[in-house]
Structure formats: C-alpha cells, structure tokens
C-alpha cells in the first residue's frame, strides 16, 4: 500500500519550533517532487513548501520564507519541514504530498495525500 504519513504536529507558542516530518511508504519517491501544503480554519488549501526529486531544489510560499525549511533523506523516503519563528497565523492542518509537477504549487497536480497533522500556534 503506498502511502504517506505525516507527524510532528502540536500545540506551540509564538516564536516557537516545529519540525514535521512525512514518512512515505510502499514504493520510493526519490524522483517525485513532494510539497507541503496547509488548510487553516475555513480556508482552502495553500502551497507552503516543495522539493523536487534528484536536484533537491527547494521554493516556498512568501508567507514561511525565511522561517520553514524543507529537506528530504531518500534513505529514509522521507520529507521535514523544519518550522521556526511560528505565528499563530500558521496555524493549521499541514498535509504531505507527492508527485507534483516540477516547481508546481498547484495541489491538483499532487496525486498522493498524506491524511494531515494539527500544527496551533498560540499567541
């Protein structure tokens, strides 16, 4: 069964830390581009993060740029996204995904979900 899993998710003060991580199971995903996405309350589902397979070229969401890191250990098939100086704008249900099209942002063109982890962030 090829699946993703996220954890890492919590409840977190302003300024604080986060590491998320998406464990990817069932075949490998080495050359995939895979994203992180997230949905706040009420709202649709936003690009925050992506890096494409092979090259590891990394892009992000003007909104985390300079406070989240995405990285990926194929050894591991799996994909973090650090998260510092959170606010409580952050908050949301952060989801993995894989097999974007390169440099997409797009979540329709992602075709595995992985089922989200809660990230609040209190102010």
């Known amino acids: 069964q090829v699946q993703l899993v996220e954890s890492g998710g919590g409840l977190v003060q302003a300024g604080g830390s986060l590491r998320l991580s998406c464990a990817a199971s069932g075949r490998t995903f080495s050359r995939n581009t895979m994203g992180w996405f997230r949905q706040g309350p009420g709202k649709e589902r936003e690009f925050v993060a992506a890096i494409t397979g092979s090259l590891g070229v990394t892009y992000y969401a003007d909104s985390v740029k300079g406070r989240f890191t995405v990285s990926r250990d194929d050894a591991r098939n799996t994909v973090y996204l650090q998260m510092t100086s959170l606010k409580p704008e952050d908050t949301a249900v952060y989801f993995c995904?894989?097999?974007?099209?390169?440099?997409?942002?797009?979540?329709?063109?992602?075709?595995?979900w992985g089922q989200g982890t809660q990230v609040t962030v209190s102010s």
């Open positions: 995904a894989a097999g974007g099209r390169l440099y997409t942002r797009n979540p329709d063109e992602f075709d595995l």
